[in-house]
Protein backbone atom coordinates (compact mmCIF):
# COMPACT_ATOMS: atom_id res chain seq x y z
CA UNK A 1 0.00 0.00 0.00
CA UNK A 2 1.53 3.29 -1.02
CA UNK A 3 2.26 5.69 1.63
CA UNK A 4 -0.38 8.83 1.99
CA UNK A 5 -0.70 12.20 3.63
CA UNK A 6 -3.79 11.98 5.73
CA UNK A 7 -5.59 14.51 7.74
CA UNK A 8 -7.53 13.46 11.19
CA UNK A 9 -10.23 16.31 12.15
CA UNK A 10 -10.91 16.13 15.89
CA UNK A 11 -9.11 14.77 18.62
CA UNK A 12 -11.21 13.19 20.75
CA UNK A 13 -10.52 9.48 22.09
CA UNK A 14 -11.32 8.42 19.00
CA UNK A 15 -9.24 10.76 16.78
CA UNK A 16 -6.58 9.76 18.13
CA UNK A 17 -7.26 6.21 17.79
CA UNK A 18 -7.52 6.82 13.79
CA UNK A 19 -4.58 8.95 14.20
CA UNK A 20 -2.60 5.87 15.99
CA UNK A 21 -4.04 3.32 13.24
CA UNK A 22 -2.89 5.53 10.43
CA UNK A 23 0.79 6.47 11.72
CA UNK A 24 1.17 2.79 12.42
CA UNK A 25 0.71 2.09 9.06
CA UNK A 26 3.22 4.05 8.16
CA UNK A 27 0.97 7.02 6.58
CA UNK A 28 2.31 10.25 7.29
CA UNK A 29 -0.84 11.75 9.85
CA UNK A 30 -1.77 15.62 10.49
CA UNK A 31 -4.15 16.17 13.42
CA UNK A 32 -6.73 19.45 13.23
CA UNK A 33 -8.06 20.61 16.97
CA UNK A 34 -9.04 23.92 18.32
CA UNK A 35 -7.21 22.42 21.46
CA UNK A 36 -3.85 22.69 22.10
CA UNK A 37 -2.91 19.11 22.13
CA UNK A 38 0.72 17.10 22.45
CA UNK A 39 0.50 15.94 18.44
CA UNK A 40 3.67 17.18 16.38
CA UNK A 41 1.96 17.73 13.41
CA UNK A 42 -0.95 19.96 14.55
CA UNK A 43 -3.72 22.62 12.93
CA UNK A 44 -5.81 24.53 14.39
CA UNK A 45 -8.12 24.84 11.16
CA UNK A 46 -8.96 23.09 8.31
CA UNK A 47 -7.32 25.57 5.67
CA UNK A 48 -4.19 25.62 6.74
CA UNK A 49 -3.91 21.63 7.24
CA UNK A 50 -5.25 21.96 3.55
CA UNK A 51 -2.52 24.05 2.10
CA UNK A 52 0.66 23.08 3.91
CA UNK A 53 -0.16 19.15 4.03
CA UNK A 54 -2.29 18.03 0.71
CA UNK A 55 -3.74 15.52 2.16
CA UNK A 56 -5.22 12.63 -0.18
CA UNK A 57 -7.29 11.38 2.83
CA UNK A 58 -9.39 13.11 5.23
CA UNK A 59 -10.79 11.36 8.67
CA UNK A 60 -13.80 13.34 9.95
CA UNK A 61 -13.87 12.29 14.19
CA UNK A 62 -14.76 15.43 15.80
CA UNK A 63 -18.41 15.58 17.37
CA UNK A 64 -21.17 14.27 15.44
CA UNK A 65 -23.51 17.48 15.00
CA UNK A 66 -20.32 19.58 13.87
CA UNK A 67 -19.69 16.64 11.08
CA UNK A 68 -22.28 18.38 8.53
CA UNK A 69 -20.49 22.04 8.54
CA UNK A 70 -17.03 20.09 8.24
CA UNK A 71 -17.90 18.80 5.41
CA UNK A 72 -19.57 22.01 3.58
CA UNK A 73 -15.83 23.71 4.92
CA UNK A 74 -14.22 21.09 2.69
CA UNK A 75 -16.44 21.18 -0.07
CA UNK A 76 -16.44 24.97 -0.16
CA UNK A 77 -12.58 25.00 -0.01
CA UNK A 78 -12.49 22.41 -2.69
CA UNK A 79 -11.19 19.46 -1.59
CA UNK A 80 -11.44 16.31 -3.90
CA UNK A 81 -9.98 13.29 -2.44
CA UNK A 82 -10.87 10.39 -0.15
CA UNK A 83 -12.73 10.98 3.02
CA UNK A 84 -14.22 9.13 5.93
CA UNK A 85 -16.84 10.96 8.38
CA UNK A 86 -17.41 9.02 11.53
CA UNK A 87 -21.17 7.32 12.00
CA UNK A 88 -23.60 8.80 12.43
CA UNK A 89 -23.84 11.37 9.82
CA UNK A 90 -26.09 14.17 11.10
CA UNK A 91 -29.93 15.47 9.86
CA UNK A 92 -29.04 17.64 7.81
CA UNK A 93 -26.43 16.41 5.33
CA UNK A 94 -26.86 16.13 1.88
CA UNK A 95 -25.75 13.69 -0.92
CA UNK A 96 -25.14 16.83 -3.05
CA UNK A 97 -21.21 16.73 -2.47
CA UNK A 98 -18.46 15.68 -4.33
CA UNK A 99 -15.67 14.32 -3.16
CA UNK A 100 -13.46 11.43 -5.13
CA UNK A 101 -14.92 8.90 -2.38
CA UNK A 102 -16.63 9.52 0.71
CA UNK A 103 -17.47 6.75 3.10
CA UNK A 104 -18.77 6.33 6.56
CA UNK A 105 -17.08 5.08 9.65
CA UNK A 106 -19.44 2.01 10.24
CA UNK A 107 -16.23 -0.01 10.87
CA UNK A 108 -18.09 -3.41 12.42
CA UNK A 109 -18.44 -4.48 8.80
CA UNK A 110 -14.82 -5.30 8.93
CA UNK A 111 -15.47 -7.70 12.26
CA UNK A 112 -14.80 -11.27 10.74
CA UNK A 113 -18.19 -12.39 12.27
CA UNK A 114 -20.24 -10.11 10.23
CA UNK A 115 -18.50 -10.69 7.01
CA UNK A 116 -18.65 -14.75 7.91
CA UNK A 117 -21.88 -13.92 8.11
CA UNK A 118 -22.24 -12.11 4.97
CA UNK A 119 -20.75 -15.38 3.30
CA UNK A 120 -23.01 -17.80 5.40
CA UNK A 121 -26.66 -16.11 5.03
CA UNK A 122 -25.88 -14.67 1.40
CA UNK A 123 -28.70 -17.63 -0.30
CA UNK A 124 -30.66 -18.36 2.90
CA UNK A 125 -34.12 -17.89 3.34
CA UNK A 126 -33.93 -16.12 6.96
CA UNK A 127 -37.07 -16.33 9.07
CA UNK A 128 -36.46 -13.99 11.97
CA UNK A 129 -33.44 -11.99 13.13
CA UNK A 130 -32.95 -10.52 16.89
CA UNK A 131 -30.17 -8.35 17.83
CA UNK A 132 -29.20 -6.69 21.00
CA UNK A 133 -26.48 -4.15 22.11
CA UNK A 134 -26.24 -2.99 25.41
CA UNK A 135 -23.90 -1.30 27.41
CA UNK A 136 -23.79 0.80 31.13
CA UNK A 137 -23.00 4.43 29.27
CA UNK A 138 -21.36 5.31 33.32
CA UNK A 139 -18.40 2.82 32.95
CA UNK A 140 -18.32 2.89 29.19
CA UNK A 141 -15.17 5.27 28.84
CA UNK A 142 -13.16 4.82 31.58
CA UNK A 143 -11.74 8.13 33.33
CA UNK A 144 -14.38 10.41 31.77
CA UNK A 145 -17.18 12.09 33.17
CA UNK A 146 -19.87 10.65 31.15
CA UNK A 147 -22.88 13.16 32.35
CA UNK A 148 -20.23 15.99 30.41
CA UNK A 149 -19.62 13.72 27.13
CA UNK A 150 -21.29 13.58 24.13
CA UNK A 151 -23.60 10.50 24.86
CA UNK A 152 -25.06 12.51 27.37
CA UNK A 153 -26.31 15.00 24.95
CA UNK A 154 -28.83 15.15 22.61
CA UNK A 155 -27.79 18.20 20.87
CA UNK A 156 -24.04 16.83 20.46
CA UNK A 157 -25.57 14.08 18.87
CA UNK A 158 -25.68 11.27 21.87
CA UNK A 159 -28.49 9.18 23.33
CA UNK A 160 -28.34 4.98 22.01
CA UNK A 161 -30.10 5.75 18.49
CA UNK A 162 -26.86 7.60 17.68
CA UNK A 163 -24.10 6.23 19.95
CA UNK A 164 -24.97 2.37 18.65
CA UNK A 165 -26.12 3.03 15.60
CA UNK A 166 -23.29 0.21 14.05
CA UNK A 167 -26.40 -2.35 15.07
CA UNK A 168 -28.10 -0.24 12.38
CA UNK A 169 -25.98 -0.16 9.80
CA UNK A 170 -24.53 -3.89 10.26
CA UNK A 171 -28.31 -5.28 9.80
CA UNK A 172 -28.82 -3.14 6.95
CA UNK A 173 -25.63 -4.51 5.53
CA UNK A 174 -26.34 -8.43 5.84
CA UNK A 175 -30.58 -8.15 5.62
CA UNK A 176 -31.24 -4.93 3.55
CA UNK A 177 -33.43 -1.89 3.88
CA UNK A 178 -35.87 -1.87 6.50
CA UNK A 179 -39.27 -1.89 4.79
CA UNK A 180 -42.14 -1.13 7.46
CA UNK A 181 -41.40 -0.48 11.20
CA UNK A 182 -42.27 0.61 14.18
CA UNK A 183 -39.93 1.60 17.41
CA UNK A 184 -40.33 2.72 21.22
CA UNK A 185 -37.64 4.76 23.31
CA UNK A 186 -36.65 7.52 25.40
CA UNK A 187 -35.23 8.07 28.74
CA UNK A 188 -36.69 5.85 31.53
CA UNK A 189 -33.70 4.96 33.55
CA UNK A 190 -31.80 7.35 36.81
CA UNK A 191 -28.71 8.50 34.22
CA UNK A 192 -28.12 11.67 34.59
CA UNK A 193 -28.30 12.36 30.78
CA UNK A 194 -30.46 14.33 28.39
CA UNK A 195 -30.58 12.21 25.81
CA UNK A 196 -32.84 8.51 25.64
CA UNK A 197 -30.89 5.49 27.35
CA UNK A 198 -32.98 2.72 25.45
CA UNK A 199 -34.66 2.08 22.36
CA UNK A 200 -36.49 -1.03 20.59
CA UNK A 201 -37.36 -1.64 17.33
CA UNK A 202 -39.54 -3.82 15.35
CA UNK A 203 -39.42 -3.86 11.39
CA UNK A 204 -39.46 -5.90 8.37
CA UNK A 205 -37.36 -6.11 5.19
CA UNK A 206 -37.43 -7.18 1.60
CA UNK A 207 -36.40 -10.66 2.77
CA UNK A 208 -36.97 -10.88 6.10
CA UNK A 209 -40.46 -10.80 8.19
CA UNK A 210 -39.26 -9.64 11.38
CA UNK A 211 -35.92 -7.85 12.54
CA UNK A 212 -35.91 -6.73 16.44
CA UNK A 213 -33.00 -4.50 17.92
CA UNK A 214 -32.50 -3.59 21.31
CA UNK A 215 -30.03 -0.74 22.31
CA UNK A 216 -29.49 0.71 25.92
CA UNK A 217 -27.20 2.46 27.83
CA UNK A 218 -27.92 0.26 31.27
CA UNK A 219 -26.45 -3.52 30.70
CA UNK A 220 -23.96 -3.71 32.96
CA UNK A 221 -22.68 -7.22 31.39
CA UNK A 222 -21.61 -5.13 27.98
CA UNK A 223 -23.54 -7.39 25.39
CA UNK A 224 -23.17 -7.51 22.17
CA UNK A 225 -25.57 -10.37 20.10
CA UNK A 226 -27.40 -11.45 17.06
CA UNK A 227 -29.64 -14.38 16.75
CA UNK A 228 -30.39 -15.50 12.90
CA UNK A 229 -33.07 -18.01 12.38
CA UNK A 230 -33.78 -19.86 8.81
CA UNK A 231 -36.35 -22.95 8.35
CA UNK A 232 -33.15 -25.43 9.10
CA UNK A 233 -30.35 -23.23 11.21
CA UNK A 234 -29.69 -21.22 13.59
CA UNK A 235 -26.84 -18.83 13.82
CA UNK A 236 -26.24 -17.44 17.16
CA UNK A 237 -23.21 -14.39 17.19
CA UNK A 238 -21.78 -13.15 20.28
CA UNK A 239 -19.60 -10.07 19.78
CA UNK A 240 -18.23 -10.12 23.33
CA UNK A 241 -16.18 -13.50 22.73
CA UNK A 242 -15.95 -13.60 18.89
CA UNK A 243 -18.18 -16.71 18.66
CA UNK A 244 -20.53 -17.54 15.97
CA UNK A 245 -22.62 -20.47 16.67
CA UNK A 246 -24.51 -22.75 13.64
CA UNK A 247 -26.85 -25.09 15.54
CA UNK A 248 -24.49 -26.96 17.59
CA UNK A 249 -20.72 -25.89 15.99
CA UNK A 250 -19.03 -22.79 17.77
CA UNK A 251 -16.81 -21.47 15.56
CA UNK A 252 -14.61 -19.24 17.51
CA UNK A 253 -12.37 -16.13 15.65
CA UNK A 254 -9.60 -13.95 16.43
CA UNK A 255 -10.01 -9.98 16.43
CA UNK A 256 -7.71 -7.12 18.06
CA UNK A 257 -9.48 -3.97 19.29
CA UNK A 258 -8.03 -1.94 16.19
CA UNK A 259 -8.53 -4.46 13.51
CA UNK A 260 -12.13 -3.56 11.89
CA UNK A 261 -10.64 0.12 12.13
CA UNK A 262 -7.38 -0.72 10.59
CA UNK A 263 -9.15 -2.82 8.01
CA UNK A 264 -11.88 -0.27 7.50
CA UNK A 265 -8.57 1.92 6.39
CA UNK A 266 -7.15 -0.02 4.43
CA UNK A 267 -9.97 -0.87 1.94
CA UNK A 268 -10.36 2.81 2.30
CA UNK A 269 -7.48 3.69 0.69
CA UNK A 270 -6.84 0.78 -1.29
CA UNK A 271 -10.24 1.40 -3.06
CA UNK A 272 -11.77 -1.68 -2.44
CA UNK A 273 -15.26 -0.71 -1.41
CA UNK A 274 -16.96 -4.31 -0.79
CA UNK A 275 -17.67 -4.05 3.01
CA UNK A 276 -17.19 -0.34 3.21
CA UNK A 277 -20.60 1.93 4.04
CA UNK A 278 -21.54 4.62 1.41
CA UNK A 279 -22.37 8.24 2.25
CA UNK A 280 -26.11 6.99 0.67
CA UNK A 281 -25.95 4.07 2.88
CA UNK A 282 -24.92 6.32 6.22
CA UNK A 283 -27.84 8.51 4.76
CA UNK A 284 -30.58 5.89 5.06
CA UNK A 285 -29.13 5.32 8.84
CA UNK A 286 -29.98 8.84 9.44
CA UNK A 287 -33.48 8.30 8.25
CA UNK A 288 -33.87 5.04 10.06
CA UNK A 289 -33.48 6.78 13.54
CA UNK A 290 -35.61 10.14 12.36
CA UNK A 291 -38.37 7.57 11.26
CA UNK A 292 -37.94 5.47 14.91
CA UNK A 293 -38.28 8.73 16.75
CA UNK A 294 -41.26 9.91 14.99
CA UNK A 295 -42.72 5.99 15.44
CA UNK A 296 -41.69 6.15 18.79
CA UNK A 297 -43.34 9.57 19.28
CA UNK A 298 -46.62 9.21 17.26
CA UNK A 299 -46.72 5.45 18.24
CA UNK A 300 -47.20 4.50 14.86
CA UNK A 301 -46.21 2.04 12.38
CA UNK A 302 -43.39 4.04 9.51
CA UNK A 303 -42.82 3.17 6.03
CA UNK A 304 -39.33 3.52 4.08
CA UNK A 305 -40.72 5.93 1.26
Known amino acids: MDKQKCVVIGYGSIGQRHTRILNELGHRVAVVSRRKVDYPYLYSDIKNALLKEEPKYIVIANETSEHEVVLNRLADLGYKNKILVEKPLYPGNNNQLDFASLFVGYNLRFHPLVQKLAEKIRKLQIVSVQCYVGQYLPTWRPGTDYTKSYSASR ?81 KVDFNNNTLQINGEILQFETGRDDTYRNQHMAVLNGKNEFLCTYEEGLNIVKMIEMAELASREKVWVSNE
Do not use: C
Request: glycine share 8%; aromatic share 12%.
Open 155 to 235: SKGGGVLRDLSHELDYLQFLFGEWQEMTALGGKFSDLNIESEDHFTFIYKTKNVPIVTLQMNYLDHLTQRSLIINTNTETY
